[in-house]
C-alpha cells in the first residue's frame, strides 16, 4: 500500500477554512483517498474520499491534484468541534480483504 | 448510518483475568475489524473478518483472538490479562463484500487497564 505524509499538527482560527495536505507521492492508479477523523477519545469518523476528482460533501471538499501524487481536505468554515486528528489513508478498490492503514494523522486545533 | 456498538466503555482489571470486549453492529456488514491504540498514537489493525466463520490477524501482533458466528457479532478475547494489554480497543465494520470504497463505522471503544 502506498504510504501518506501529513504535518504532525496545524492551527486554524474559528471560521475560517483549514486545509489539511497530504502527500501520497507512491499512489498506484488503483488506490482511493479517503480521510478520517478522530475526535478525542472517541472512534475515527469517516469524512470523504476520491480516486482522482475534486469531491465534496457535507462536511468537507477533497483536492486531489492532477498527478495524483497529494491531495488537500478542505473544511470550509471551521468550528471548535473540528478540532481533532486527521487520517489521509491510500487504499485499493475495496474488496473483501482489503482494510485500511492509519497513520499517524495531523492534530488540526480549531482556536477560538 | 450503521449502528456499532462497543461493551464495555471501561473495564479495569487485574492480571491473569480473563477477558472478553463485544462488538455488535445491526446493519448485517460483511466486514468487521479490531484495532488498539495507545493514547496519542496510530491506530494499529491487529484482526478483521470479511464474513461468517472468517477472521485473519492484522498488521500488529497481538495475543487477544476473534471469532465471527454470526455476521453481527465480533467479540475479542484476551486469554490471561497483562497490564501491557491496557489500551483502547476500538471495533469497526464496513457494509461491503467487494467494495468500491472503504467506509468503515467506529464503535465508541473499550478503554481496557490492566492492573
Known amino acids: 500500500d502506498a504510504k501518506t505524509t501529513q504535518p504532525p499538527s496545524m492551527d486554524c482560527a474559528e471560521g475560517r477554512a483549514a486545509n489539511l495536505p497530504c502527500n501520497h507521492s507512491t499512489i498506484s492508479g488503483n488506490e482511493y483517498v479517503y480521510w478520517y477523523r478522530q475526535i478525542h477519545s472517541q472512534g475515527p469518523q469517516y469524512i470523504i474520499h476520491g480516486l482522482k476528482n475534486n469531491e465534496t460533501n457535507e462536511m468537507a471538499s477533497l483536492i486531489i491534484t492532477e498527478d495524483r501524487k497529494s491531495s488537500t481536505l478542505i473544511l470550509p468554515h471551521a468550528t471548535l468541534r473540528d478540532t481533532a486528528v486527521y487520517y489521509c489513508?491510500?487504499?485499493?478498490?475495496?474488496?473483501?480483504?482489503?482494510?485500511?492503514?492509519f497513520g499517524t494523522g495531523t492534530l488540526l486545533a480549531v482556536q477560538p | 448510518e450503521a449502528d456499532i456498538y462497543q461493551t464495555p466503555r471501561y473495564l479495569v482489571i487485574g492480571t491473569g483475568k480473563k477477558i472478553t470486549l463485544e462488538c455488535s453492529q445491526t446493519m448485517g456488514h460483511d466486514k468487521m475489524y479490531w484495532y488498539q491504540q495507545d493514547p496519542g498514537m496510530e491506530l494499529h489493525l491487529i484482526h478483521y473478518?470479511?464474513?461468517?466463520?472468517?477472521?485473519e490477524k492484522g498488521d500488529l501482533s497481538s495475543e487477544s483472538t476473534v471469532s465471527r458466528i454470526r455476521t453481527e457479532h465480533f467479540p475479542l478475547t484476551l486469554e490471561s490479562a497483562r497490564p501491557s494489554h491496557t489500551s483502547q480497543y476500538l471495533c469497526?465494520?464496513?457494509?461491503?463484500?467487494?467494495?468500491?470504497?472503504?467506509?468503515?463505522?467506529f464503535g465508541s471503544g473499550t478503554q481496557l487497564s490492566v492492573l
Open positions: 469497526a465494520s464496513s457494509p461491503y463484500r467487494v467494495a468500491t470504497n472503504e467506509k468503515l463505522f
Open positions: 489513508i491510500v487504499s485499493p478498490r475495496g474488496g473483501a480483504t482489503n482494510k485500511l492503514i
Open positions: 473478518s470479511y464474513g461468517v466463520n472468517s477472521t
